[in-house]
Structures are given as structure tokens and as C-alpha cells.
């Protein structure tokens, strides 16, 4: 399996909703983390995990939780979120090194309304 | 200075010419280099990384790089439209555990 998997593909929520987006691997990759990418912008780093450990934090507002339940699953948690938050959120896995890359899933669309 | 530079383009290059594609970043550490192509939509796919100084080939595409002029370049032999696409050049910044993603050069392959 050579795949990371993001659910939901899409979202639309509300300024006072909560809501959580999911991202899983299977190819035993020990670092994960959390890009957001606005139109015609490269990925912008939120988090990194490492050994299930967060490592990086980029100063994402507190509107933003991410958590990591075991070596496989990353979650990031969504509550009181701006329009401006709107964006594509991307999920990645690699080694524990950098050294081979990413391998990114296939994004979750999520417009704030 | 950013720390990874790549013209915005758009580059227009004709059906089965060379594409080139270039890249400079500001850290002399830096370790290790990747090229993403990202369909509009759609997420970065990895096509293409190198360590060594020189080139690499795989298929169509060949990653150089020149580690004393920082700079790293892809080329993409005998264009299809199917290349037309965002490229994104990624460092890796003296081990630090996440890449350095450039602005991305958008590349369309005229038939």
C-alpha cells in the first residue's frame, strides 16, 4: 500500500462548527504531516509528526488541533474557523527523514462559511 | 531572499520539445532535492528527487543539480500536453525535517 488516504474530500462548515479531518497510511512511514495550499500558492507546513510526537508547529492559530492517535492516523481538529481558512488541506507521510520526499494524499477541500 | 526560488512562469513550450525547468535555493547545507507536479486540483505528486551533484535520469525527465551554484533544474524531454501542470521544486534544509516548498513554475505544453 503506497497510498495516504484523506477523508472527507470535501467540506463546507460553518464559522462556529467543529469538525475533524482524517488522514491514514499503511507503508509504515514515521513522520506525518499537515500542509495547507491556497490557489496558485505552494504548500504552506502547519505540522510535523514525528514517532507521534508533534516536532513542528508553525504557529498555527489554536483553531487548528492536530493529533496523532498512533503511527498510522493523523487528524486535525477544526473549531471556530475564519473564510479565510478556506483552502485545500494536505496530508503527508514520509520516513523519519526527509530524505526520499513525501508522498502527499489527495487533499481536503474545505470551504468555511 | 526566499529560500527556494522558482520563476512563476507560465512557460509555454511546444508538443515534444525540451521543457526546463530551474530552481535556487539559499541554504549551502541543503541536502536533498525534489520535483512535484501538481494537475490544477489536485494534489503534488513526486517525480522526480536527487542528492548528488549532476544529473539524473528517469524517462522523459532528468533532474540536474549543482550544488556549488545552488541550483537544481528539471528537464522534461519530448513535452505532451499531458506535462502541462505546476511544478513544485522541495528542499530539504540542512536535516531539518520538513521541505522547503518553491513558488512553483506552471508549465503548459502547447499541441
Known amino acids: 500500500d503506497t497510498e495516504v488516504t484523506q477523508t472527507p474530500k470535501h467540506l463546507v462548515m460553518g464559522m462556529t462548527n467543529k469538525k475533524s479531518l482524517k488522514c491514514e497510511q499503511h507503508?509504515?512511514?514515521?513522520?506525518m504531516y499537515w500542509y495547507k495550499q491556497k490557489a496558485k500558492k505552494p504548500p504552506e507546513l502547519m505540522f510535523v509528526y514525528s514517532y507521534e510526537k508533534l516536532s513542528i508547529n508553525e504557529s498555527v492559530p489554536s483553531r487548528f488541533s492536530p493529533e496523532c492517535p498512533n503511527s498510522s492516523l493523523l487528524n486535525l481538529h477544526l473549531h471556530a474557523l475564519q473564510p479565510e481558512d478556506s483552502a485545500l488541506y494536505l496530508c503527508?507521510?514520509?520516513?523519519?527523514?526527509?530524505?526520499?520526499?513525501?508522498?502527499f494524499g489527495s487533499g481536503t477541500r474545505l470551504t468555511v462559511v | 531572499q526566499k529560500e527556494v526560488e522558482q520563476n512563476s512562469g507560465p512557460l509555454s513550450v511546444p508538443e515534444g520539445a525540451i521543457a526546463s525547468l530551474n530552481c535556487t535555493y539559499s541554504?549551502?547545507?541543503?541536502?536533498?532535492f525534489f520535483w512535484y507536479r501538481q494537475y490544477s486540483g489536485k494534489s503534488p505528486e513526486l517525480i522526480m528527487f536527487i542528492y548528488s551533484n549532476g544529473d539524473k535520469e528517469d524517462g522523459r525527465f532528468t533532474a540536474q543539480l549543482n550544488k556549488a551554484s545552488q541550483y537544481v533544474s528539471l528537464l522534461i524531454r519530448d513535452s505532451q500536453p499531458s506535462d502541462s501542470a505546476t511544478y513544485l521544486c522541495?528542499?530539504?534544509?540542512?536535516?531539518?525535517?520538513?521541505?522547503?516548498f518553491g513558488q512553483g513554475t506552471r508549465l503548459t505544453i502547447n499541441p
Open positions: 522541495a528542499v530539504n534544509m540542512g536535516g531539518a525535517q520538513k521541505l522547503v
Open positions: 541554504d549551502r547545507g541543503s541536502q536533498s
Open positions: 507503508m509504515g512511514h514515521r513522520a
Open positions: 503527508a507521510s514520509s520516513q523519519d527523514r526527509t530524505n526520499y520526499g513525501y508522498t
